[in-house]
């Protein structure tokens, strides 16, 4: 088969690798959309991710310096694909199904359910808006857990974080962009989208989004005033990862409000200033990474209940999010040039998200 990886800093290609035949309870997937999860791969691209500038101690769970840190060629990229059962030895997998998974830029893959979740694709929903049930949905669907988790304890539902409570929004990429509209999805008060790009403001507003400037907190606090000395948001989804929108979060937040950071942040926080609001506000950052959703909700929230939730949203939603999301869709073969143009910032307007076609 035939993989998007980096062969060394700065230079992605197409590759060949292999995977092994399908076994009993097994099966084979034929690819047939990709997307591109542009700030993890532009990462893996340049280099510039934790992991390759720093050692894993995965008992410790801690980076150090000094030792053996992750090296080229890099074999995978991505992690929202879709595709077809074309050949099964796994009960309950039918050939002809057409699922979503999470094992990157590949022309296929060998499945098995018992150990790498399969999302079903159901046939109501545009194949291609598949590609957000598997992992990039639920990257989302975990952070409104995580917001129930601060609010409401590990005995609440998907909604009870967000539900009549004023959010914003950091960052108007897709996991802003789709958390934005699960938090509406979900009862929220009122949800304002923070972005410094008018370009993505306007996809905002075209989804029927509230919008501000990135830094705006002030007009944010003014927006939703509660009390005397009592104004701002109760909840922040930041979800860039630059220390900026972290900032702007913190102070957007109302005394004892919470950021629930669905960030990938790559280099430091200078903008961060722990002396000010999130210490006079006696505030709360709390991160939602998509290997764990918070403790003890796992039991009740497997990967393939947040692709639940998703596909609840994508149901109601998908052709807005068809039409204003997916900027791009564009040949397998071609993904090593738009990566390189991502990582050169080559582009004039680069993608919201693109989406490889096999």
Known sequence: MR???????GRPAVLDDTEPDPGPGQAWVTTEYSGVSAGTEVALVRGTDPHHRLAWDADLRSFTRGGPVAGYPVLRLGYMEVGLVTESR??????????AMAYGHRTGRCADPATTPVIP????????LGVYLAQMGPICVNGLLH????????????????????VLVTGAGVIGLLSAMLAVRHGAADVVVADSSPQRRAVAGA???????????????????HAPGDAGADLVLQ?????????????????QGVVVDLGFYQAGAEAVRLGEEFHHNGLSVVCAQI?????????????????????????????DVRRHLVTDVVAFDDAPALLTDLVGRRLPSPPLQAVLRF
Not at 3 to 9: I, S, Y
Not at 239 to 254: E, N, S, V, Y
Not at 291 to 319: F, H, N, Y
């Open 121 to 128: 694709v159901p046939g109501d929903l545009d194949p291609l």
């Open 147 to 166: 917001a129930t988790a601060q609010f409401a304890g590990p005995g609440g539902g998907v909604g009870d974080g967000v539900r009549d409570r004023h």
């Open 291 to 319: 290997s764990r959703v918070p403790r003890g909700m796992a039991a009740d929230w497997p990967r393939t209940a947040l692709a639940d939730v998703t596909l609840d949203l994508l149901r109601e939603r998908g052709d």
């Open 3 to 9: 993989t998007v990886g980096v062969v060394a800093p």
């Open 207 to 225: 989804l029927g989004l509230a919008t501000v400037d990135g830094d705006a907190w002030s007009e944010v606090k003014q927006r939703w005033r």
């Open 90 to 99: 796994a009960p309950g997998l039918a050939e002809g199904t057409r699922v």
């Open 239 to 255: 979800c860039q990862g630059h220390d900026t929108a972290l900032a702007t979060g913190l102070k957007a937040l109302r005394p």
